[in-house]
């Protein structure tokens, strides 16, 4: 059976959500970032992302890896694309045209979105309020207005991303988004994106991703 290293509190809720999409079976290997433990070379720490045993699963020492009968991957987005490709129907690309495409949104999530975004996230929500900057977020507002109008323009026609259905791009770029979601300022002027991030995130699937996501302790020890 696949198995996703990583907890739920982390970029695994990706692949999660996709698999839960897809009705792909998997098993967790909880590893939790070593950075949440308050002494991760206790004896009893539990398996973290600088273990010795998870990185030789993945040497960057980070979550979420997987390892498909043996295949091992990294990399939220393209394992995403990978289980896509592997599992077929319709959130995958039907052609290589597609095939470019959600390549294409889900690059562009993780370098045009996701680090202004993870910010923002950081800054309003998971740092504690002592150690939040507001320039941070005003700065990283300010940097995602031009690709918050671009993805804008791009969902006007059909409300998606590529095929005019719901696919593998739209769960990847709505999860780098996600991050983002502190900041309702980011959004404004972008009535498409509003649209589609809240029509993504009612979804079945995500619905029952987020409620196990919260179930989880946010703290580990
Ligand atoms: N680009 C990677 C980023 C992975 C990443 O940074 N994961 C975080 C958790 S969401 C992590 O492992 N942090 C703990 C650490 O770096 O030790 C991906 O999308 O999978």
């Known amino acids: 059976m696949l198995?996703?290293?990583?907890?739920?509190?982390?970029?695994?809720?990706r692949n999660i959500w996709l698999c839960d999409e897809m009705g792909i079976p998997f098993?967790?290997?909880?590893?939790?970032?070593?950075?949440?433990?308050?002494?991760?070379?206790?004896?009893?720490?539990?398996?973290?992302?600088?273990?010795?045993?998870?990185?030789?699963?993945?040497?960057?020492?980070?979550?979420?890896?997987?390892?498909?009968?043996?295949?091992?991957l990294h990399e939220s987005l393209a394992i995403n694309l990978y289980l896509a490709k592997k599992h077929g129907g319709t959130l995958a690309p039907a052609n290589i045209s597609e095939d470019g495409q959600m390549t294409m949104w889900s690059v562009w999530a993780a370098t045009e979105i996701e680090p202004n975004a993870i910010q923002i996230l950081y800054h309003r929500v998971a740092k504690?309020?002592?150690?939040?900057?507001?320039?941070?977020?005003?700065?990283?507002?300010?940097?995602?207005?031009?690709p918050m109008q671009a993805l804008d323009a791009a969902l006007a026609k059909t409300g998606h991303l590529v095929g005019g259905r719901f696919t593998v791009a739209d769960i990847n770029v709505a999860e780098?988004?996600?991050?983002?979601?502190?900041?309702?300022?980011?959004?404004?002027?972008?009535?498409?994106?509003?649209?589609?991030?809240?029509?993504?995130?009612?979804?079945?699937?995500?619905k029952a991703m987020m409620a196990k996501r919260d179930a989880e302790p946010a703290q580990v020890d």
Not at 133 to 145: E, G, H, I, S, T
């Open 3 to 13: 198995k996703i290293y990583g907890v739920y509190r982390s970029r695994a809720t």
């Open 27 to 72: 098993e967790m290997v909880p590893v939790v970032q070593a950075n949440r433990l308050k002494n991760p070379s206790a004896p009893d720490a539990p398996l973290h992302t600088r273990s010795p045993a998870f990185l030789k699963v993945n040497p960057n020492g980070h979550i979420p890896s997987i390892d498909d009968n043996g295949l091992v």
């Open 128 to 146: 504690p309020e002592a150690e939040r900057d507001p320039k941070v977020v005003a700065a990283a507002v300010q940097a995602l207005r031009m």
């Open 176 to 206: 780098c988004l996600r991050f983002a979601q502190g900041a309702p300022e980011a959004f404004e002027g972008a009535p498409n994106v509003q649209k589609w991030l809240a029509a993504c995130q009612a979804r079945p699937a995500f």
